[in-house]
């Protein structure tokens, strides 16, 4: 649910002690989440220079079986993140942004208490592919970073983008 991406900054690397830390907290999580957005699509990819214009990496973005929420609000807190308020409270009862700030930096945490389908990827359990395509425009707002773009037309194709190449190469 993040703020749509700055085109002038589409080539721009992400800060990489920001990306160290919330790679960090994904994987401290992994055994509780599916993981979604750009930090799906950087595990789906192999490994990569990691510019904006691949994925979007401004917050965290997971899903959380319901019945596994109760078991991840300890684990949050014991992590120190807090709870943070956002206009989607009003309107939603299955989504909660938690936040962390401290001298590893500031990590987001955007979760939904939801069921999805998934898949591993670099041993992470990520959104399927398709299903995580038909968030954007909804829960996702980088519909048009490089992942998502090549995600479309590999799946067009019958191709999975699991570990393509494509998903983190520069357009032509």
Known sequence: MGDPRNPKRANEPWNPERLRVSEEEVLALAPWVTVSGGW??????PPHEEL???HDHKDVDLFVEPSRFPEVVPVLTARGYHR???RFDATSTHFY???RHDAGGKVILDVFVRSVPSVEARGVRVVDPATLLTFYGDIHS???CVSVLA???LLAKGESPIGRAELVTRPS
Request: charged letters at 25%; glycine letters at 0%; aromatic letters at 24%.
């Open 40 to 45: 799906a699509w950087h595990f789906m990819a």
């Open 52 to 54: 904006k214009l691949f």
């Open 84 to 86: 943070i308020w956002t």
């Open 97 to 99: 942004r938690y936040a």
């Open 142 to 144: 980088t519909e048009d």
């Open 151 to 153: 995600a479309r037309a």
